[in-house]
């Protein structure tokens, strides 16, 4: 077979279930070569790719999408399904700009049903698609992939209670690569395991409900009869399951690498009257050495080397500065406490969690609890540090104003990949955090440019005896202007021909630009000052007064305009009475779409081609 071939023309994956078995055998070994090939140029999420292959396959042998449909849950994990339903020709352009996304995406295929990036919403999800099936007299199914990882959020519970037994063609899939669920035991627990996932069982089961159910007056309730005699014979001899006390019908667990078999469990799980929920065992980086014995190391990875495993570019980032500058200060401070939501690597904590293993805190993708166990060490004067990307932060804006800010103990936040993060697109930005903690009183906003400035913005908050919510934020990847003249930390600095009458605010990773636009603009004539905010909410009255001379402000913001920093400045601008022209550069009511930092920062005229540009127009404009 000419896997190749195959793919390039495939663009109905029914096609697939005309392959024979050694066909797909080939057709899975192939795509984990064209997964592990494509992410090391790419980057990307490979280790939980790896994972799914032959559970995609199973899926698309047993379903009709899109009749049928699928939700992925985070959908990370698609790449499989993305090459085997007619995206292969796109696949070397993966998570690169007007390329194919490395999440689910509806207006990239007919075959994806939502965005997703954060994860346990897919059960929500699933079911309001299966209840609008039901309402519209589509008999389609409606499948939910979901890792053991997402049931740590609390969102999927809430799915699952609301969902049992009332869902009707809903099927969801565990996969399970890490979470131990316990098993039965014994000869008996396995005997009935045996008969309950045998097919011919399960269908006269199905079969016999569904023929109770038709006898006029008294069927339905023969048939809940006989369902609870059953669950109630079934728990005495080897007990039940939490899904099974929802009202789901548990099947599994399944080897979730064997095709054969998972598709023999989903032509099972179809012929159902209830929801089903199927348990599969799956490797994370099955078929990788480097990704199997380290799954939490490839399970987001930027560009590495097949050979060896290894990063082809790597270099300091601010992630790494702050995981060194919290176990320095908790060295010296034993109220410091790290919390992190999953994510302890990527946030810098791994160290941490070595050196202090009795005061960190992985609560798993739970991000709202984080907030509210925070506050609840900082009421005996702990002083609780999570860690949390920009985009994640946005699940926890209750907590933030009720159990952080309202409850006034002092809690820090350390907002990681604030701003533009690049490949992973729109549900991954870190674009709102500014305009969402802008409305909260009682909070602090610090945002460095620099590594000094987020130690001292760090050390600062430590010390601190307020009350308030302090928050730190900083971009994906490293500095690019350094700070080690600094000695103190002020709410803002003043750059540049402080005398000039054009003044250009900014803060965070665009000060570096913006410093060197201002040289640029220097030489082209246009005398320039440069206010570079490091506190951003309060924004100092200082700060704005330092302006009010100037005939013209340029304010320069790496988030959403509406609600930005630059909101707040000009709302200050204007109490005072200001007289002169005031421009923002923002991003202006609109998501964020995958590209390279550089590209997006290119595109918002954020960069320091596009600072020059934008001012020497706007002079030029106003003469």
Same mark, same amino acid.
């Given at each position: 077979?000419? @896997?190749?071939?195959?793919?390039?023309?495939? *663009?109905?994956?029914?096609?697939?279930?005309?392959?024979? !078995?050694?066909?797909?055998?080939?057709?899975?070994?192939?795509?984990?070569?064209?997964?592990?090939?494509?992410?090391?140029? $790419?980057?990307?999420?490979?280790?939980?790719?790896?994972?799914?292959?032959?559970?995609?396959?199973?899926?698309?042998?047993?379903?009709?999408?899109?009749?049928?449909?699928?939700?992925?849950?985070? =959908?990370?994990?698609?790449?499989?399904? #993305?090459?085997?339903?007619?995206? %292969?020709?796109?696949?070397?352009?993966?998570?690169?700009?007007?390329?194919?996304?490395?999440?689910?995406?509806?207006?990239?295929?007919?075959?994806?049903?939502?965005?997703?990036?954060?994860? =346990?919403?897919?059960?929500?999800?699933?079911?309001?698609?299966?209840?609008?099936?039901?309402?519209?007299?589509?008999?389609?199914?409606?499948?939910?992939?979901?890792?053991?990882?997402? +049931?740590?959020?609390?969102?999927?519970?809430?799915?699952?209670?609301?969902?049992?037994?009332?869902?009707?063609?809903?099927?969801?899939?565990?996969?399970?690569?890490?979470?131990?669920?316990?098993?039965?035991?014994?000869?008996?627990?396995?005997?009935?395991? *045996?008969?309950?996932?045998?097919?011919?069982?399960?269908?006269?089961?199905?079969?016999?409900?569904?023929?109770?159910?038709?006898?006029?007056?008294?069927?339905?309730?023969?048939?809940?009869?006989?369902?609870?005699?059953?669950?109630?014979?079934?728990?005495?001899?080897?007990?039940?399951?939490?899904?099974?006390?929802? =009202?789901?019908?548990?099947?599994?667990?399944?080897?979730?690498?064997?095709?054969? !078999?998972?598709?023999?469990?989903?032509?099972?799980? #179809?012929?159902?009257?209830?929801? @089903?929920?199927?348990?599969?065992?799956?490797?994370?980086?099955?078929? &990788?050495?480097?990704?199997?014995?380290?799954?939490?190391?490839?399970?987001?990875?930027?560009?590495?080397?097949?050979?060896?495993?290894?990063?082809?570019?790597?270099?300091?980032?601010?992630?790494?500065?702050?995981?060194?500058?919290?176990?320095?200060?908790?060295?010296?401070?034993? #109220?410091?406490?790290?919390? $992190?939501?999953?994510?302890?690597?990527?946030?810098?904590?791994?160290?941490?969690?070595?050196?202090?293993?009795?005061?960190?805190?992985?609560?798993?993708?739970?991000?709202?609890?984080?907030?509210?166990?925070?506050?609840?060490?900082?009421?005996?004067?702990?002083?609780?540090?999570?860690?949390? &990307?920009?985009?994640?932060?946005?699940?926890? &804006?209750?907590?933030?104003?009720?159990?952080?800010?309202?409850?006034?103990? !002092?809690?820090?936040?350390?907002?990681?990949?604030?701003?533009?993060?690049?490949?992973?697109?729109?549900?991954?930005?870190?674009?709102?955090? /500014?305009?969402?903690?802008?409305?909260?009183?009682? $909070?602090?906003?610090?945002?460095?440019?620099?590594?000094?400035?987020? %130690?001292?913005?760090?050390?600062?908050?430590?010390?601190?005896?307020?009350?308030?919510? +302090?928050?730190?934020?900083?971009?994906?990847?490293?500095?690019?202007?350094?700070?080690?003249?600094?000695?103190?930390?002020?709410?803002?600095?003043?750059?540049?021909?402080?005398?000039?009458?054009?003044?250009?605010?900014?803060?965070?990773?665009?000060?570096?630009?913006?410093?060197?636009?201002?040289?640029?603009?220097?030489? #082209?004539?246009?005398?320039? !000052?440069?206010?570079?905010?490091?506190?951003?909410?309060?924004?100092?009255?200082?700060?704005?007064?330092? @302006?009010?001379?100037?005939?013209?402000?340029?304010?320069?913001?790496? =988030?959403?305009?509406?609600?930005? /920093?630059?909101?707040?400045?000009?709302?200050?601008?204007?109490?005072?009475? &200001?007289?002169?022209?005031?421009?923002?550069?923002?991003?202006?009511?609109?998501? @964020?779409?995958?590209?390279?930092?550089?590209?997006?920062?290119?595109? %918002?005229?954020?960069?320091?081609?596009?600072? /020059?540009?934008?001012?020497? *127009?706007?002079?030029?404009?106003?003469?």
């Amino acid at each position: 077979m000419d @896997v190749k071939k195959f793919l390039e023309n495939l *663009k109905d994956p029914d096609e697939i279930k005309k392959l024979s !078995k050694s066909e797909i055998d080939e057709l899975t070994s192939a795509i984990r070569e064209i997964l592990i090939e494509t992410v090391s140029h $790419t980057g990307g999420h490979l280790a939980s790719n790896l994972g799914v292959v032959e559970l995609t396959i199973a899926l698309l042998l047993a379903f009709n999408f899109p009749e049928d449909s699928i939700v992925w849950d985070v =959908g990370h994990q698609v790449y499989t399904y #993305k090459l085997l339903t007619g995206r %292969y020709n796109d696949f070397h352009k993966l998570r690169t700009e007007n390329g194919i996304s490395g999440f689910s995406r509806p207006d990239e295929s007919i075959y994806d049903s939502f965005y997703t990036g954060h994860s =346990g919403a897919s059960l929500s999800t699933a079911y309001g698609l299966s209840k609008s099936k039901e309402l519209t007299g589509d008999n389609g199914f409606v499948v939910d992939v979901i890792g053991d990882g997402s +049931f740590t959020n609390g969102m999927v519970y809430e799915a699952l209670n609301n969902t049992g037994r009332t869902a009707k063609n809903l099927i969801v899939i565990l996969n399970d690569n890490k979470m131990s669920i316990s098993k039965n035991v014994g000869a008996l627990s396995k005997y009935f395991t *045996k008969i309950r996932t045998h097919r011919k069982y399960f269908r006269l089961k199905a079969h016999t409900e569904r023929l109770l159910n038709k006898i006029p007056c008294i069927g339905h309730h023969l048939s809940r009869s006989l369902y609870h005699l059953k669950n109630t014979l079934k728990t005495v001899v080897y007990g039940t399951n939490f899904f099974e006390d929802l =009202g789901y019908r548990y099947m599994g667990p399944v080897d979730g690498h064997n095709i054969e !078999k998972l598709t023999e469990m989903l032509e099972m799980a #179809k012929e159902s009257t209830v929801p @089903v929920l199927l348990h599969v065992k799956t490797v994370k980086g099955k078929g &990788y050495d480097f990704a199997e014995k380290s799954p939490s190391t490839y399970h987001g990875i930027s560009k590495f080397d097949i050979n060896t495993g290894e990063p082809i570019a790597s270099s300091g980032s601010f992630s790494d500065e702050f995981g060194r500058m919290i176990c320095e200060m908790a060295e010296e401070n034993d #109220k410091i406490c790290a919390i $992190t939501a999953a994510m302890k690597l990527s946030t810098g904590l791994k160290e941490f969690s070595k050196k202090f293993p009795d005061r960190f805190f992985d609560v798993g993708i739970a991000e709202e609890h984080a907030v509210a166990f925070a506050c609840g060490l900082a009421k005996k004067e702990m002083i609780p540090v999570f860690t949390v &990307y920009s985009t994640f932060l946005q699940r926890c &804006y209750d907590q933030l104003i009720h159990d952080g800010a309202l409850q006034r103990q !002092k809690m820090i936040i350390a907002v990681d990949r604030a701003g533009f993060v690049g490949e992973d697109g729109e549900t991954h930005q870190g674009v709102f955090d /500014v305009a969402m903690l802008n409305s909260i009183p009682n $909070t602090v906003v610090y945002s460095p440019s620099t590594y000094k400035e987020l %130690y001292l913005s760090f050390k600062h908050a430590v010390n601190s005896k307020e009350k308030s919510l +302090f928050v730190i934020r900083y971009p994906r990847g490293d500095e690019k202007i350094s700070g080690e003249n600094i000695d103190t930390l002020k709410p803002y600095n003043i750059y540049g021909d402080t005398q000039a009458n054009n003044a250009i605010v900014t803060y965070g990773r665009l000060f570096a630009y913006v410093n060197e636009a201002q040289k640029q603009l220097e030489k #082209k004539g246009i005398r320039t !000052k440069v206010i570079n905010l490091n506190m951003i909410k309060p924004i100092d009255e200082k700060a704005v007064e330092a @302006v009010l001379g100037c005939e013209r402000i340029f304010f320069f913001e790496e =988030g959403i305009k509406s609600a930005g /920093v630059n909101e707040c400045f000009a709302q200050k601008l204007f109490e005072k009475s &200001y007289k002169g022209k005031y421009k923002t550069f923002a991003i202006d009511d609109e998501f @964020v779409k995958q590209a390279t930092v550089a590209s997006q920062l290119k595109k %918002y005229k954020l960069d320091t081609e596009g600072i /020059v540009e934008s001012v020497i *127009k706007e002079c030029n404009d106003i003469g």
